[in-house]
Each structure stands twice: as C-alpha cells, then as structure tokens.
C-alpha cells in the first residue's frame, strides 16, 4: 500500500511512515561514534542536569566537531533534564517523558541522547564536594572524577520564610516532578479538599494551577499588595485577579502569614502535627482552613558546594561570575541561576540559555583550543527580562521598562482598562511620544511580539503612538496581530529563536515532515514556557502556504494531529494491536484524558478500520450519545427508532409489524423525507424490547444515529415506471446493503434515478447514480443542508459493478483522509486539481479510475473488510443479555420514571409529542440551585448505589433516588468517581448520564449530549457559561459505591423529576418556596 501517495495532499503530513518514524526531539537523535576518555582529550564536568546545563552540553558538542573532549553531568534527580518551565503540564499526562528536554525517559529514568553523544550522566548522584586545587569533584555515591573544565549548573531552590509550621506534614516546594507527584500523594490519601500557596509571583501562580488541576481548592497567598509586582501594577493586578477568581481560586494579598497551624492546634516550629491551616498577623483575619500548603515564594541559588572554597561567592548568595561566565576560580565557569553577574541573579530561562551559549564559545575557544572565527569575544552583558506567559489561561505580559523610577521625567502612560472584557494594557512612552519604552499588558497579549520589537529594538511608531494602544481583539482582529516578516524579529523569548531560524527549519524539513511538532523541536522555538507557541504555528502556516502546503488543524487538545493524520498514524502501525483501543491510541498519539471531541473521532476511526461492536470492549465511552444508545436522542430524552428500508423498499407484514409496534410503544410514526419510517418518543430502556419486534420481520438497524450511510433513496424506475431505463429499485437495494454500517467522517446519503427525469435527486447526495440506456451516470460530492452543493459527474454510462468499485474507491478515500465532521463536499473542493486542470474532479478521476496513487487495491481490500464484517447492531443487542442490560434506566434499581415523568405530552393530530422548550431565559430553562446550599444543615448518610462492576468505565449511569435522577461517572482513567443531578439545567432535560466525560485543561467535566454544554464533575460549574449543577460526594468501599446523601425528602424537594418536569404550567421551586419545600418534607419525614 502506498501511504504517502495516499496522504500527499494532507496538510504537512505527507509522508506518513516517516512522520510516525520522526523523533520530536530530532536536533541530537542521529547516533555518533563512541569515543572513549583518552589522555589527550579533556573532560568537562557541568554540576547540575537542568535546562541551562543540558543547554550547555547540547551547544558544547555542536562547537566540538573534532571530539577535543568528553563530558560529564551530575544529576541528582532520578531522570535525566526536563522542562521545569512546563512543569505543569505534567498533570495533562503525569508522564515525566512529556516533559524531557531530549528523548522519552526509559525505565531507569535515563534517554540515549546520553549514549549517542558521549556523555556520561551520572544519575541519582549530587555533586557533594569539589577541590579547585586538584580539580577533583565527588559525588554523593563516592564516585570522585578529576576535571579540567567544571560548570556550575546547580541552579537554584525554593525559598521556604521562615514561618513557624514549616515542617509539617502537608508542607511542600514546588520545583521537581517529585514534589508534584508528592503532593498529589498527599491529596489522595488525606482527601485534601483545600491548599494554600505561599507565592503570588510567577512560581506561585504555577504552582496555584498545579494545585487547581490536583482538583484541590487554592488559596493564592502573597505578602505583596499585589500579584506579580515585579511585572505588573495594579491596574494589571486587579484584572489578572479577576481572570484567576473566575477560575475558582482566591487570592488574598497583603498576607502576613504567621504560623502553619497543625491539627492539634500547635503553632511552633518543632510539632509534627499535620498542617490544617494558616494564621495570619493582620489584624481582623481570620485562620484560613487548609490541608496542604505549597510554598513557592522565591528562590536562592544552589551554592553550598562552593562554601569553602576560592570561588568567590555573593553576599546573598550566588557564584560571581564575570562577562564569559568565568569564576574566580581557575577552569570554572557558572551559569543559570547560580551564576552572579553584576549582582545579579536571572531567574528566567532565556537569560541561562545566553549563558550556556556564551559559556560553551569560550570553553570551546579557550579551553579546548577549538577555533571559532569569532569577530568579536563572547559576552553576557545582561539580558531582556520581557516575558510573555499564559498563566491560568490568562495572558501576562511585560516588556521593556516596564516600571520606570517614580522620579523619571521622561515617562508618558497610556492605559487601558476594561474590567468588563478582563483586558489591561499599560504603555510606556517617552515624553515626546516617539518612543515606546514598555508595557504591560494583561487579558490580550496577541500584539506582544510588536510591541516587544518596538520597545527593545527600536522603530518608527504610529503617527499617533495611541493607537497602538487597543488590543487585537478590540479592533476587531480575530487573530493575533500580524507577525514581523523580518526574519531577525525574535519570536521565542525562552530561546532566543528569531523568525528566520524558524523559517529556515521549516524549509530545511520540507513541506511533507514540517509539522509544528517538528518545527519546535528542530528551532527550539516554543519549547520553553509554550507562549510563543501561536506564532510558531502562524509562520508555519505563511511559510507552508508559501512552499505550496498548509498547516493541518489539531483535532482537539488532546491530539496534536487532525483527523486523517491521526487516521493515517493508526492504519499504518506497523503493529495494529498497539493501536485498537482509544487508551493505547491515546498513551501513543496523545495525551490527557480525551474529550467529546476526540473520543467520537477516533471511535469512528477505529469503526472504519477494524469494525468491531461499538458498545463492546471499552468502545461504549467513544461514542456519542446517539451512537451509545444506537438511537437518536431527542426534546426531552426520548430517543427515535428508524429501521433500514434499503431502497425504499417494504413488505406488507414488515409494515405491519411498523404499525403494532408503534401501538403497543405508543410511538409518534412519520414518513421522512428519506423514505423511511421514523418513531419517536422511546424511551431508552424501551429500545431492545422495541427492536426485538421489529427484528422479527427482517428490519434491520438504520443506522441513523451514526455518521455512516442513511439511505439510498430511489424512485420505482423501470419495474414499473414508464420512463425507467433501469431497476433503479434494485440496484438502490444492492448499494445500500453494501454500504450499511459503514462508519464515516460524517452522515452519507445517495441516491439512484431509473431515468433522467432524476425522480430520486441523486445529484444531490453524497454519491448518486442517474441510469442511462447503457448503465449508469455516477456523480459524487453533493450535499442538501444549510449549503447545498450540485453533485460533479465523475463516470458516464458504467454497469453496476464498475459503479461499486469507484464508489467503493471514493468512500474510503474520503474515509480515509477527511477532516472530523466533514461532509464529502467541502472534503472533494479541498483536494487538489488534476494534473491536466479540471479542478478536484479531475483529481478523484485519476485517483480512482486511473490509479494515479496506486492506491486503489488498498481502497477495494479496506471496502471490502468493511462490507465483509457488517453485523446488525441491534440484532447483536437484542440476543445478548451483558448488551440488553446497558439500556437498563437506572443502575441501582428495576423501576423505571417514564417519559411522561420528565416532559409534558400533548396530543398532536391523534399521536403524542413532548411539548415544545421555552425559549432560553424563560421559565423552565437555565436552573439554578438556591444561592446556598440548602443541605448544609442537612444530617446526611453514605448510600450505597450498586457495585463498582455495575457502573460502565470512563461514562456516566443513572441512579435513581426516591423520585431523583443522579448521575453517577465512572472516570476510571483518572482513577475518580464523580456524583452529580443528571439533569442538565439548561433544558432541564435528564440526560448528563448519557454526555461524554474528558478533560479541558485537567478538569474532569460532561458534555451534555444535548446541546455541549460543558460541565466540571468535580465541582459542578459550567466550563462555557454560568450555569452549575449539584454535586455529591462519592466514595468506594469494599466494591460497592456510596454516595453521601441527605434524606430523599430533601433530595427530591430540590431534584424531584416531578418538580422539574417541563410541562405546560410549571412549578415555583425557586427561592423561599424551595426552602419551605425542604423544611415541610424534614418535618413530616420519618427518615
């Protein structure tokens, strides 16, 4: 099979064994030649692992072509370098491989970067001790090794104050991967429902996410009176607050803290009781209730190793370095943050990676004699602290002076402040206002990189400078503002990468391998802090649209690839078995725990390459709530059944059976405008007795809950048509029974006319034949909808079996290589144009008729897998009990709440349908609960709900309690169980349990199956509005699942299906009457 001419045209993903083959980290991926330690070789021994030092080797070897030495590392963590930048992300994953600066970490936390290159990582092992005089340093393990070149890359740790408590358990920095995994620890086994961190700077801030995404409570602590003092001001405080509290975390500035306080009370500085709070020395304050504290409130330089020697260190700490990072000590250098120059100590990592750069051309030069043709000596004079961050979700931004002296003459402000929309912006210009000189900017940062280059580099401004003021999005600009075509512009801040390395990667890679993966991998650019990452992706799309490709679209931020090149990654593994479950697709392609984006695109992509029963081995999570209930969910939750009449074709009794099974069912039947019987009104737990009755008679699924084919709708053509040139009926019969099941990007229809009269509007489907006195015309591509597209004509007077095999070629081409969710005619105007001219067309004809790709024996085998293993859904569901039983409406219970339990029905023309919704904002939409909890004072039990067996992994199930439908989610990916009301408030529809479960920036959340409103399970609150649910807690024992609960009266009082029926004339169940609701059912309550 020939994949890469299957895959050619495919945004930057053309070749797609090699793409799978490629390395993310390719810069060092191509093994070198051992060389051993000789005597005329000498040794470069870097002190520290960490981002700078790995820096330091990466740069060292690339100057060291003719292998004048070797080169040692300390590591005293259990892994080799990683990002600490990105430290946490590592909750999108918890895989420490995600975050390495070189290759994925094998089991003893070790990468071949290390082999390939020569480098001896000396793992587990902290530098202890280092005789400048002999040139000997030793490590922890005992191990001693002579230098003649050492590199001081110890970096820095946290600063703990001095508060009494400190100690205790609960009490954690934030630095490694192991204090996160710590930390997580923690939360689990002493169910931490709150945190407080020590910090509100830039660490502070990350290690507040890290403590949110722990689904922990997080209480921001920062002496200063306001956050991020040293990048901000108040104006840019005071929305970056607002930014951070909608996401559910406080803050609290102007914090004295005075004592961690422990379970028992204690204060001091000795006691071991674990931490329950904090205290604080301002007057009027109250203890703040806490389980777990993280600290994260500075950093010293890591120097106890150069105590007590001649290395000349600061007063507060760190190793005085000169402009070549040289020591005082001979043969020694020092760079990052233990590195002292000037006075000063730079915390970010672009400014270690000046140093690393400016430390490896000396040692190059000087030490190993290597001749660099440098114009000028190497020096580190001081480094742009502008940064631009995301920091939870939020962006914040500052370059330039960004707090000039107060008593600076030459200082003119403009500011805006847009409480409203969270955006501030404050620029600093000179006095004459033909100079930028800083800035801040909180909320929109799109124009950063502008406004950076104006600050730093200098530029002609605007003839009025204010307007450059407004944010991109005020000005009605969608995207970030346009990007610097000068390639010397610097694009990634955290590396120095300017716009024309970026672009000269790109070109140097290719349109077929230039994915953004790569791109960041081989420039470096984006691989720091991540906030340049848009920019990055923007050049990559201008420079391959310019080189004749375009930028793939991610499916969602759980995949870094679109659809057909994660498609195209699954169907060419050279191990299927690795790739045959969404988890394995997942731990290989992606990472996080999925969403309702992604789960249905690779359910529908493992359907159309293995086809195996969707409810079947772990399938059942992917699906959306149509296909999980192999029914369409309608108003109210009700579901329709729609049976396949493959051609429009119906026997008497088959009617019948329509006809009785819709009486006993009491379903509203219609006629379609596919020519098929739709019944409305089922009720979930209904449907395999309803299906049961209709297999009876032959009728088989119809497949309309799924993306795959409808119909192939036909008039009666020459059987009985006066006009039919051919037995359109019949054929229609042949294609759909082919066809049937068959799972796709999106819905597919067709047609076929007996004649030109084109009865049956085939040049409107998908794919449609119209018969000609010698065969058939096949036209593909047309589409009804919102923007109905006119079918193009792609074979003339073909037989039936010619017109299986193209049409066999064209779906699985488009099955193939589709985007998520697009039909087959934006998919046909996107491919290329044939080689003659003629336009897509032209392209699918030598494609598919001349086999241009040489591809059309992969297309027939995989059609013809596909046709082979067609199975009955509903037929495989009405004979298996373990099936039956996942329509089961309530896991705890046999009762049943019936349709006209949850939504009125009123009479329509002798059938029943549910009444129609109110219109958002009105009465019976958008519920909320009572502004307080009206359980607090409840006495509340643990209930026991079923077995943790009864519950599907990785998707909710509904329970009933007394006349309450709770949603149970089994998230056993996460390891977590969540409880909430199953009814989604926007619609008060009874459906959560039926919504697709994933994450969003590690929050565990549902999508509603009805209209997506997104919902976190932990806390209730809408990720996309501002609606919430009632949450509960949950807990496992012993295999059985409880839920704490107060007494049914109560619940139901609040959560009753009666009182949140939709109906004709509603409840008051708001406010006072709620309360007295509660208090009534307590009062004449038994329980």
Known sequence: MKTACLAFFLSGFTDVDSFRAASPFARHSTPKNSVELSAEKKRVVVIGNGMVGQRFMENLIDLDEDKKCTISTFCEEPRAAYNRVKLTSYFETLDPSALSMTSEFDDEGRTPWYEENNVELLLNDKAVSIDTESKIIKGASGKELEYDVAVFATGSYPFVPPIPGKQRPGVFVYRTIEDLENMLAYVKENNVKSAAVIGGGLLGLEAAKAVADMKVESHIIEFAPILMCRQIDQGGHDVLVGKIEEMGLQVHCGARTESFVGEDGSTDADNMSPVSALRFSNEDWDDLPVQMVVVSAGIKPRDDLAKDTDIALGERGGIVVDEQMKTSADGIYAIGEIALYNNFIYGLILPGYD??????????????????????????????????????????????????????????????????????????????????????????????????????????????????????????????????????????????????????AIKELGVEKATLKEVKACSRAGTGCGGCEGDVKKILSQELES??????????????????????????????????????????????????????????????????????????????????????????????????????????????????????????????????????????????????????????????????????????????????????????????????????????????????????????????????????????????????VHAQLLATDIDEDTVIKYVDRYLMYYILTADRLERTAPWQAKLPSGKNGGGPIEHLKEVIIEDSLGICDELDERMQYLVDSYHDEWAEVVKDPARRAKFKQFVNTDKVQTREEMIEFVDMRGQERPINWPADGEAQTNWKPPETDVFARSEKTWVTVGKTSDFEANVGSAILYGESQLAVFNNEREGEWYCTQNMCPHKQAFVLAQGIIGGLDGIAKVACPLHKKQFGLADGQQLDGDLSLITFPIKIEGGDVLVELPSEVEVDAILGSSGLRVQSSCMDITGTSLEKDILQGVKNSTV
């Open 355 to 504: 140093m690393a750069g400016v430390c490896a051309k000396i040692v190059a030069e000087e030490e190993l004699d290597i001749k660099l043709g440098l114009e000028e000596k190497p020096a580190f004079t001081g480094a742009d602290l502008s940064t631009k961050l995301k920091l939870l979700g939020c962006d914040v931004a500052s370059f330039g002076e960004n707090q000039p002296s107060p008593d600076d003459p030459d200082v003119s402000n403009l500011v805006w402040n847009d409480p409203l929309g969270g955006i501030y912006r404050k620029l600093i210009f000179n006095k004459a206002g033909d100079k930028l000189r800083g800035g801040v900017l909180v909320g929109d940062a799109g124009d950063y990189s502008q406004l950076h280059a104006l600050a730093v580099k200098g530029g002609e401004l605007p003839e009025n400078p204010g307007m450059l003021l407004a944010p991109p999005s005020a000005r009605g600009e969608v995207e970030e503002a346009e990007l610097s075509t000068d390639p010397n512009t610097q694009v990634c801040s955290c590396n120095d990468v300017s716009r024309g390395q970026i672009t000269d």
């Open 547 to 788: 080189l004749g490709g375009s930028l793939s679209n991610n499916l969602c931020e759980h995949f870094d690839y679109s659809r057909p090149e994660l498609m195209a990654l699954i169907r060419t593994d050279s191990d299927p078995s690795s790739v045959d479950s969404f988890d394995k697709i997942l731990s290989k392609h992606g990472h996080g725990d999925g969403c309702e984006i992604c789960k249905p695109a690779v359910g529908s992509i493992l359907s159309s390459i293995y086809n195996g029963q969707i409810l079947d081995e772990g399938r059942m999570e992917l699906q959306e709530t149509n296909d999980r209930s192999l029914a369409n969910m309608q108003r109210g939750g009700s579901y329709s059944v729609v049976p396949r009449v493959p051609g429009g074709e119906l026997s008497p009794d088959q009617l019948i059976q329509m006809g009785k099974t819709a009486k006993k069912f009491n379903l509203y039947s219609k006629v379609t405008g596919a020519c098929r019987i739709d019944f409305f009104g089922a009720a979930k737990y209904q449907l395999p007795d309803i299906w049961e009755e209709l297999g009876s008679v032959g009728l088989e699924s119809g497949h309309a809950y799924g993306k795959s084919l409808r119909t192939v709708k036909s008039c009666v053509g020459s059987t009985w048509c006066r006009y039919g040139v051919q037995d359109s009926v019949s054929f229609a019969v042949r294609v759909e029974n082919r066809y049937k099941g068959v799972r796709s990007p999106h819905k597919m229809k067709s047609a076929v006319s007996g004649c030109v009269r084109e009865c049956a509007e085939a040049q409107g489907k998908d794919f449609g034949m119209i018969a000609t006195e010698h065969g058939y015309n096949l036209y593909v591509g047309g589409n009804g909808g919102v923007n109905p």
